[in-house]
């Protein structure tokens, strides 16, 4: 089941900045930590922000600096703005959620978003 989508990928040029979003459904009371990942190809999928219901954040290495993950507690969304963007960054990023409380379904774990495409050209 589709619970988190994620959404603000394109094409832009190195330097550039993409606004990405991760939409949670309205049946979700909350989430405890959400964050980012990516996968280029023929890379493993990796860590790039996480981002606890306090706001406590967490940045790869390869990210600090350089993007800044938010969440609306309300809303049950959470950002990833990207900046000075290299085409390293290049790869499919998901939006996960560690602990999702639902209405109906209960108590979740571990919940991945469909994935959206960033591209970073030279």
């Known amino acids: 089941q589709v619970l988190l989508v994620e959404s603000g990928g394109g094409l832009v040029q190195a330097g550039g900045s993409l606004r990405l979003s991760c939409a949670a459904s309205?049946?979700?009371?909350?989430?405890?930590?959400m964050g980012w990942y990516r996968q280029a190809p023929g890379k493993q999928r990796e860590l790039v922000a996480t981002?606890?219901?306090?706001?406590?954040?967490n940045y790869a290495d390869s990210a600090k600096g350089r993007f800044t993950i938010s969440r609306d507690n309300a809303k049950n969304t959470v950002y990833l703005q990207m900046n000075s963007l290299k085409p390293e960054d290049t790869a499919v990023y998901y939006c996960?959620?560690?602990?999702?409380?639902?209405?109906?379904?209960?108590?979740?774990?571990?919940?991945w978003g469909q994935g959206t495409q960033v591209t970073v050209s030279s």
């Open positions: 981002i606890t219901v306090g706001g406590s954040t």
């Open positions: 996960n959620a560690d602990v999702i409380r639902t209405r109906v379904l209960g108590v979740l774990y571990d919940c």
């Open positions: 309205r049946s979700i009371f909350s989430i405890n930590t």
